[in-house]
């Protein structure tokens, strides 16, 4: 085996996404400990990697990062198929996400603080403009303070006093004590227009990615909107950011090499198998490298993989059954995805005058009265290269489209195809033409988007309570967490830092965000 491992780790890491990074950097360069990080993948950066079209050049091997990586797959509606665009090279220059990835908060969020605090930057580029898609796929331009097109009065004073209702809510603590109820209950419970409760229900999908809002916590969405108010983003602009090159990787790229600066060490195709436990307490892991099978000790282990891989590397015997229980209860938001290379930039074929930065949106590409999924399936679109001009290169354009559905619908390919064939009917419909100007399709589903607790329970907590030395990270680990994704992770990741520390490292994020 080529690579030297020490067996005087103060941390091991399971998992080098942002939560595994973050806490490598926050404990290496804040704690001097010496931290190995372990990624089972090719490279790092977990659901949030991305990858530059150019260094795509062999399909298996991209196929199985994107699975390791983001728990994501490529559809066979992809166009031309995968070979064929290696092949051509028809990728070179662009930069592809792994599917449906954006950013909330822009530069202003907790991870723009967190690489803040070890002197890297942030580099998220804001939509500006958002149109909305009303049921006949007609758009309107969504302005602020300003009647919304496809309302009547009615319907939109009905929605006014849903977002009055939000107002009210001042503090996250507020925010919380709705945590056990769902969206569903809790807008109907202000209004029963069926307009306001679809526009609100819309938002919750923004903010968590469940479509179903008798799935969806109004805690969890009040707290992220109540951040929103906070750092004064906005639907129009701010909705939806993205980072151009490198892509989403920066941030771990971020937080890993300030890792490594530090002295810890962090090894890709590494597949960590099990979590050593001797006598109630974590003694390292037993990992898969080079082929060869081995035991690197450590007493602490911060283990950041989802909760449905963390139950195959621990007997479920050793944690409690609320912790199992949870864990199996947590809900997998899924993607269809799609990016899309092109000649013109997509602006040019809505039918209103619009931004080329716009967002584009209709929560109603399926609806569920049609029996098909639960929850209403929204149509988000965006030229991310109008955005980050450093997605495609010269002359060509970057289009994402994305769709959220729940896990087990993402592996009905059956249900997969369809949300497929209603994203194309919607761009032949809203966009006329765009297919001349289409040279390449990538369409993939992933299973495991953002991850949120079911309403009926709590979050799991950052330390183990029946394994001495065993704490978790990632967006569904953290007693107080409020928030999911990207922002999640790093939530997490200065928790489990300071459970381990016994410092409060929240301290270093805007109040808000604590």
């Known amino acids: 085996m080529k690579v030297k491992i020490s067996n005087n780790y103060d941390i091991i890491i399971v998992g080098c996404g942002i939560a595994g990074s973050a806490c490598g950097a926050l404990l290496s360069a804040m704690e001097q400990k010496k931290v190995l990080i372990l990624e089972s993948a090719s490279q790092i950066g977990g659901r949030a990697t991305s990858f530059r079209g150019e260094a795509i050049t062999n399909a298996d091997k991209f196929r199985r990062t994107l699975a390791m990586c983001a728990h994501s797959w490529v559809s ?27 950013a909330w908060f822009t530069n202003r969020g907790r991870v723009s603080h967190a690489l803040a605090l070890f002197n890297k930057a942030s580099i998220f580029y804001p939509n500006e ?165 081995v035991a690197i000790e450590s007493p602490v282990v911060i283990c950041t993989v989802p909760p449905k891989v963390l139950l195959r590397l621990i007997p479920q015997s050793l944690l409690t059954q609320n912790f199992v229980t949870s864990a199996k209860k947590i809900i997998h938001t899924s993607m269809v995805a799609a990016q899309v290379g092109m000649t013109r930039p997509l602006h040019e074929f809505c039918e209103i005058k619009v931004d080329p930065r716009s967002f584009y949106h209709t929560s109603m590409l399926i609806p569920e009265s049609e029996g098909l999924f639960r929850g209403n399936v929204p149509l988000d679109i965006i030229a991310m290269s109008a955005i980050a001009p450093t997605s495609a290169p ?35 419909i809203a966009f006329k033409g765009w297919r001349k100007s289409v040279q390449w399709m990538l369409f993939t589903v992933g299973d495991t988007c953002i991850l949120w607790r079911h309403p009926e329970d709590e979050w799991v907590d950052v330390k183990c309570s029946t394994i001495e030395g065993l704490y978790f990270a990632g967006d569904t680990y953290g007693k107080h967490i409020n928030e999911g994704g990207i922002e999640g992770a790093v939530h997490s990741a200065f928790i489990c830092a300071g459970a381990i520390s016994g410092k409060n490292y929240l301290q270093y994020l805007p109040p808000v965000f604590r």
Do not use: C
């Not at 066979?76 to 954006?102: H, N």
């Not at 010269?394 to 497929?420: P, Q, W």
């Open 76 to 102: 066979d509606r992809t166009e031309p198929d995968l070979d064929t665009m290696i092949k051509r090279k028809m990728l070179s220059g662009y930069v592809l996400e792994t599917g449906g990835r954006g």
């Open 129 to 293: 403009g958002f149109v909305w898609y009303d049921h006949n796929w007609k758009p309107h331009i969504l302005g602020r303070r300003n009647k919304y097109g496809w309302m009547g009065d009615e319907d939109y004073a009905e929605m006014v006093k849903v977002h009055k209702s939000k107002l009210q809510l001042r503090t996250i603590a507020d925010a919380e004590k709705l945590d056990h109820i769902t969206l569903k209950d809790w807008v109907e419970g202000i209004t029963k227009n069926e307009l306001a409760q679809e526009f609100h229900y819309a938002m919750g999908t923004f903010q968590t990615i469940i479509n179903d809002p008798a799935l969806n916590s109004a805690g969890e969405n009040l707290k992220v909107f109540l951040q929103v108010q906070e750092t004064g983003v906005h639907l129009t602009n701010g909705s939806w950011a993205f980072a151009g090159a490198p892509g989403h990787r920066f941030i771990t790229e971020g937080f890993a090499t300030t890792a490594k600066d530090a002295g810890s060490d962090i090894i890709t195709g590494a597949a960590v198998k099990e979590i050593i436990i001797q006598d109630g307490k974590a003694g390292g892991v037993l990992a898969e490298i080079e082929g060869e099978s």
């Open 394 to 428: 010269e002359g060509k354009h970057l289009l994402g489209m994305a769709s959220s559905i729940l896990a087990d619908e993402a592996h009905d390919k059956k249900k997969v195809n369809i949300v497929i064939d209603g994203m194309l009917k919607f761009m032949d």
